[in-house]
């Protein structure tokens, strides 16, 4: 009961954060491994926990992902498809092979959440931009991938990804990237769940967390210092890495 206690009020915590300023798997993925979960199914319970704030996020966006209706219906395939064959991947893994990949996978989604906007901006700037329709779609489609292997740091790698493509409609791109957040954490959340990999009591715990959080950290949005926020969430990440570090290769 402690343990779900606990796993509810990391869920509120990953909730808010997700709404504020991202980060929320940071809270909610290392909290499921104290609480006992196994790593493999802790990373599936992560990736159904996150789906309220995505489907909430979606919605308030909606209006401005009308922008890119035309890229939606290929845009969603990919997700399904991409989200699929990243959860089929995480299943083939041991736990103890996730394990050692934890650490470098935090440290990548860490960096990413670190320095997101510069490598999307650079991207969208650089002279690999407007890469053409085929190449936007495999990058997309390797992302979503992924966010089906590892939820953590898939909305920055969604937004660079974009930039890659050329859209340049930045609420727009934070819709689109919310949508085929959801689209990949169903498809994946489906996929664990028939693999028996979702730790259900725990995952609806966290779940209802970060229902409660996110929409309670949203009514809360002007009153809350999103900058020094972040610089506290990017120090809490590379905390986390260098223990997962420790844990799996000391």
Same mark, same amino acid.
């Given at each position: 009961? @402690?343990?779900?206690?606990? @796993?509810?009020?990391?869920?509120?915590?990953?909730?808010?954060?997700? &709404?504020?300023?991202?980060?929320?798997?940071?809270?909610?993925?290392?909290?499921?491994?104290?609480?006992?979960?196994?790593?493999?199914?802790?990373?599936?319970?992560?990736?159904?926990?996150?789906?309220?704030?995505?489907? &909430?996020?979606?919605?308030?966006?909606?209006?401005?992902?009308?922008?890119?209706? /035309?890229?939606?219906?290929? #845009?969603?395939?990919?997700?399904?498809?991409?989200?699929?064959?990243?959860?089929?991947?995480?299943?083939?893994?041991?736990?103890?092979?996730?394990?050692?990949?934890?650490?470098?996978?935090?440290?990548?989604?860490?960096?990413?959440?670190?320095?997101?906007?510069?490598?999307?901006?650079?991207?969208?700037?650089?002279?690999?931009?407007?890469?053409?329709?085929?190449?936007? #779609?495999?990058?997309?489609?390797?992302?979503?991938?992924?966010?089906?292997?590892?939820?953590?740091?898939?909305?920055?790698?969604?937004?660079?990804?974009?930039?890659? &493509?050329?859209?340049?409609?930045? /609420?727009?791109?934070?819709?689109?990237?919310?949508?085929?957040?959801?689209?990949?954490?169903?498809?994946?959340?489906?996929?664990?769940?028939?693999?028996?990999?979702?730790?259900?009591?725990?995952?609806?715990?966290?779940?209802?967390?970060?229902?409660?959080?996110? #929409?309670?950290?949203?009514?809360?949005? /002007? /009153?809350?210092?999103?900058?020094?926020?972040?610089?506290?969430?990017?120090?809490?990440?590379?905390?986390?890495?260098?223990?997962?570090?420790?844990?799996? #290769?000391?």
């Amino acid at each position: 009961m @402690l343990n779900l206690i606990l @796993l509810l009020m990391a869920g509120i915590v990953g909730g808010a954060l997700n &709404s504020l300023a991202g980060g929320g798997s940071f809270i909610v993925f290392p909290a499921l491994l104290l609480a006992g979960v196994p790593p493999v199914a802790a990373n599936a319970t992560n990736t159904f926990a996150a789906l309220p704030g995505y489907i &909430s996020g979606t919605l308030g966006f909606w209006k401005d992902v009308v922008a890119y209706r /035309h890229l939606l219906l290929a #845009y969603s395939m990919l997700a399904i498809v991409g989200g699929w064959v990243g959860a089929e991947l995480l299943l083939k893994v041991s736990d103890r092979s996730f394990e050692q990949a934890v650490p470098w996978l935090m440290a990548v989604a860490v960096v990413l959440f670190a320095f997101g906007e510069r490598i999307s901006g650079f991207i969208h700037n650089g002279p690999a931009a407007g890469i053409g329709r085929m190449g936007a #779609y495999g990058v997309l489609a390797l992302i979503c991938v992924y966010g089906g292997f590892f939820n953590a740091g898939m909305g920055i790698l969604l937004l660079a990804g974009f930039a890659l &493509s050329g859209l340049n409609d930045l /609420h727009a791109m934070n819709g689109l990237k919310l949508w085929v957040s959801v689209l990949v954490a169903v498809v994946a959340s489906v996929r664990f769940g028939l693999g028996d990999q979702i730790a259900w009591q725990q995952g609806l715990a966290a779940f209802a967390g970060t229902l409660i959080g996110g #929409y309670g950290a949203a009514r809360l949005a /002007h /009153h809350i210092p999103v900058g020094r926020l972040r610089l506290g969430i990017i120090g809490y990440g590379a905390l986390l890495t260098v223990i997962f570090f420790w844990r799996a #290769y000391a």
